[in-house]
Structure formats: C-alpha cells, structure tokens
C-alpha cells in the first residue's frame, strides 16, 4: 500500500493510503481532553471512519469545540431516544424541547418520576457500553418519507418533503433511522459524559459538558425563562404552529400575514403590559435597566418600551451603556493581546457611576456618545431628569450587580431579552436561539456595517464566551424576562442570511459552520418582509425599522 504525506494537527507526518481517521486518530488522544469525535479535512467536517486517499490536511476535534459538541449532543439525544424504545416500550417517545441552564429539557409521552430518569440513564450507559455503531446511511428522500410516516414521525415525514434533495443521508442505531442536521459519532462508545434531571412529570433535562464549561455542572432551575418557554410553546398548541413543517403548511396557504400579525400583536401586548406594570409602581421605580445577549433586539426593545411608557405619563430617558466605553488606550485587552470589549471593565464605570447618580439627584449632566471610529467618547448633549422622568438604560452589563451598586434594587427594574426560539425543526431537531442570534447579526453587521459572514463568525466565538462570563450568571437577577422571538422570523431571515452563507468558500475555516447553518435555515419556506410593521424587533436586523436601528 502506497505511502502518503499529509498535515495532522500541523505536524507534517506520511500514514499509509486507505488509513481510516479512527485509526490515525489513537496517535493523538493524549493532546484531546474528551474522545475525539471527528476531523476537518481540509476544511470539510467527516467522521471517523472516513478514508484518507490523497494528500490533505486534518484537525481533529472533541466536544470542546462547537462542531463536536454539536455532534455529541445530537449522539447524546439519538441514545436517550432508543434507551427510552428499549427499556419502556416501543410506543414511549421524547420531544426535544429547548435549552434550559447547559442542558436540554426533554418532553416524554408518559409520566416518569426519579426513578425513570434513574433507569432510563442506566439504560443510556449499556447502550455506552455496548459500542453499538451510529452508521450513515444513503436513502432517496421519497423513501425516508415512507420510513418515517410508517413508524408514525409524522413532523420529519413533514419537514422531508421541503428537502429538495433527491437523496439523503440517515443515521441508523440499534434498530432505527434518524435524520440529524450534522455528522454523528461513529459509535455510542465516546458518550460517557452526561446526566438527567426529572423536573416535571412529563419532562426532564439533559445535560453534557459544554464549549465553555468543559464539565457537567449541578442543574440549576431558572424558573422565570423556563416559563417563558413553556408559555410560549401553549401558545403554539393553540394556534397549531408546533414544527416547522406547520408553519411552512401556513406559508404554502397563503396565510403568513395573519400569523405575523398575530405575533407582533402578541409581543407588543407583552410589552404594554410591562409598561404599566412599571407605571404602577412609578414611585419607587427611578431606573429601568435592559440586557441580554447579543442580537435579542434591546435597541428596538427599548425604544417601545419608552413609547409604551409615555402613553402612561412617563418621560422615558434612554443611555446606552456602550457610550460609556473607555477610550481604546484604556480598553483592557485578553491574554493573547486582543481588546477586551465584552467584560464590565471595558466600560467607564467611574464616569457612569457618577453620571447617574447626579441625574437622579436632579443635577443635569453632559452625557458621552462614543465614536467606534474614532474609539473615544465626545461630549455633546446635556440631560436632566424631571419629577416624571425615568431613565432607561440598555447594555449587555445591565443585570450585574456591580454596574450600579449604590442605588438601592427597589429603585432599580431588570429586563432580561432573548430571542426564546420555541418553534423546532422535528422531534428530535431543535433551532436554538443561538442559531437564531448569530442568524440575525450575519444579516445585521453585512445591512449596516458591510461586514461579511467569515468576519461575523470570527466575532461570535469572542461574544459568546463573553456572554457567559458577564450576562448569562445573572439571567436569574431580572425582575421580568421578555421573549423577543417570532415564530415567522426564520422564514424571513432565511431571505437575507441564505445568500451571505452561500458566499462563504470551501477553504474557508468557517465553512463548516456556514454549511451547518444554511442546511438549518433551509428547511424554513422564504417568507417575504412586506407585512413586517416598520416597529417591529425584526426590523432592527432585516432593515426598515422607524426607530433608525
């Protein structure tokens, strides 16, 4: 067998020709802290079994970067879903529900208690056990439809007919086919790290190590979103808008525009409820405080919020916390060198601190407006706050405590915003509101900052890692979380992100991701912007708004 000279890990090595990645992939265990999960080839994500015929150029990965824990979580999910087959009957199921604190809250179609989740989770570690093989499997999309309208999952039978491929790939463990939006492992031998929650009769968490947590943490509820979502979703029941493949049936019916403006008359009820709820309690109330992670619309979000507040005889006075930047020469910076712009130290504390209380003290005071070009604050507009003023500040730092320590938490209202994407592709495919989020800043920064996809990527892995650090421990400070999702919004991105992901190049290092997000996005029919209200949250991101966002 020939010899052949390819790049591992960028180590210049020669391994025979037809090696598998599995097999070359035991020289390198000791530098993974996890099992390796698969590899890039020259870019290009494959699974271990894949065969090296040619020259190339191959990193390997584990669960600790975003592709692999994609991969082990969906492995994880397939496994739960066949140990639940297994051990109580071939008619129990699982509905992957969302994201809740690392982990993932599951719906069962039967009552389970601790004692469930404890059998249950032996049953997963057999099948760990086991080494039982995940493996890939060609079928013509036409028969996958069959497979799955047979043994009655009627939402992927759905969701497979807008798959305008005449072939697909299936994954098949144990005795059953499933479709996923990524590669799986190769066997269920690598998924040793996980855990179960019981938290409800019907429902219970899984939870894995994570990109940013490297290790399973103690579950730890967090009612308020949980609510949300469990609001959100009894909606959906009742309108029958469950699955994507409802909402297309919607779109194929000529009937988007009725749901759209459902849905933004449900949203803005929310927030003129909110309204008056602060409006009540005005008198104790000085400060109303905004945060969430990265593209949940807080700019949109504040602006009605103010317009809702004056309709009850407020006078709402909005601050950024990004005007109180430091200068560039004083930003504190990461250890390879780079500018830190996402810890609560990147921010002029001492100057903001100040401000606001000689505001609230009735002094008037001249606010900064920060120029990203020219990286300093300018000093240009004074204000003062009036007997029915209230001062509304947004920021990604708003729920820490240590922003404003001096002013007393009765005087202060928190508003936690995420987009609490609810609407799943399948039973067992979710859209998470991270997909979501990094959906809406690729068309965003390209509409108003011409910033291409490659250069949105690059900044999404520095804006999650400081999302967990500095808005995520203290989701739990809110005094109210609202959700500023659609479930239309999808169709609508899917209209402006489609092309920009495109564009993205084979060789490019984000390439993968591009063709992971596009797969997602596509099962979602276009929807077009026309009936989208010029206030919208989604305006913010798509163009068009009436507050200039």
């Known amino acids: 067998m020939d010899d052949i000279r390819i790049k591992v890990m960028g180590k210049e090595i020669m391994v025979s020709k037809g090696i598998t990645l599995l097999e070359l992939s035991k020289q390198f265990l000791s530098d993974f802290k996890f099992v390796i999960l698969g590899a890039y080839v020259n870019h290009v994500v494959k699974e271990l079994d894949y065969v090296i015929t040619k020259s190339c150029e191959i990193s390997f990965f584990d669960l600790t970067e975003k592709i692999g824990n994609t991969m082990y979580v969906n492995a994880l999910i397939y496994t739960c879903f066949i140990a639940i087959k297994r051990k109580y009957g071939s008619d129990k199921d699982i509905y992957v529900e969302h994201s809740i604190d690392k982990g993932i809250f599951i719906t069962t179609n039967f009552d389970i208690d601790e004692g469930t989740i404890y059998n249950l989770e032996q049953e997963i570690k057999a099948i760990v056990q086991e080494n039982l093989p995940i493996k890939k499997v060609n079928t013509s999309r036409i028969d996958a439809i069959k497979y799955f ?25 144990y005795n059953h086919y499933d479709y996923f939006f990524t590669p799986m492992p190769i066997s269920t031998s690598c998924l040793t790290d996980f855990d179960l929650t019981c938290i409800e009769t019907r429902g219970f968490v899984l939870r894995f190590p994570t990109v940013h947590t490297h ?4 579950y730890r509820h967090h009612e308020a979103i949980f609510h949300i979502y469990k609001e959100y979703r009894q909606w959906q029941k009742t309108i029958r808008i469950e699955n994507v493949s409802d909402l297309n049936q919607l779109i194929g019916d000529g009937k988007i525009n009725d749901l759209i403006r459902m849905d933004e008359v449900v949203q803005n009820t929310k927030l003129m409820e909110l309204a008056k709820n602060i409006s009540d309690d005005r008198r104790k109330i000085r400060v109303i405080l905004i945060a969430g992670p990265s593209s949940s619309g807080k700019t949109t979000t504040a602006n009605k919020l103010c317009m809702y507040l004056s309709n009850y005889g407020l006078t709402p006075k909005m601050l950024s916390l990004d005007d109180y930047f430091k200068d560039r020469k004083d ?3 990461n250890e390879d060198g780079s500018y830190d712009f996402e810890s609560l130290e990147a921010l002029d504390l001492s100057m903001f601190n100040d401000q606001i209380s000689r505001l609230l003290n009735g002094e008037e ?21 009036n007997s029915d003023d209230i001062l509304l500040i947004e920021g990604i730092h708003c729920l820490n405590p240590n922003l404003l320590p001096s002013i007393s938490n009765e005087n202060k209202f ?3 915003l995420s987009p609490f994407t609810k609407i799943n592709i399948d039973a067992h495919n979710r859209f998470s509101t991270s997909d979501n989020r990094i959906i809406r800043r690729i068309v965003r920064d390209n509409r108003t900052r011409g910033t291409n996809v490659e250069g949105s990527l690059e900044r999404w892995e520095s804006v999650r890692g400081g999302e967990e650090k500095y808005i995520f421990p203290y989701q739990d400070q809110a005094d109210y979380v609202f959700n500023s999702a659609f479930l239309y919004e999808l169709g609508v991105l899917r209209t402006y992100v489609e092309p920009l992901l495109y564009s993205v190049d084979e060789d490019s290092k984000y390439y993968e991701e591009a063709r992971r997000l596009l797969n997602l996005i596509k099962v979602f ?5 026309e009936a989208i209200p010029d206030d919208s949250i989604l305006r913010e991101f798509i163009g068009g708004s009436c507050f200039n966002s």
């Open 525 to 529: 029919l276009p929807i077009p912007s």
């Open 331 to 333: 930003t504190p910076k």
């Open 414 to 416: 928190k508003i936690y």
């Open 149 to 173: 309208e047979n043994i009655g999952d009627l939402s992927k039978a759905r969701m497979l007919k807008y798959n305008t491929n005449t072939y697909i790939s299936l994954y098949k463990l």
């Open 365 to 385: 005071v001249i606010i900064p407006t920060f120029d990203f070009q020219k990286a300093r604050k300018e000093f240009r507009e004074t204000m003062t706050l």
């Open 215 to 218: 290790y399973i943490k103690e």
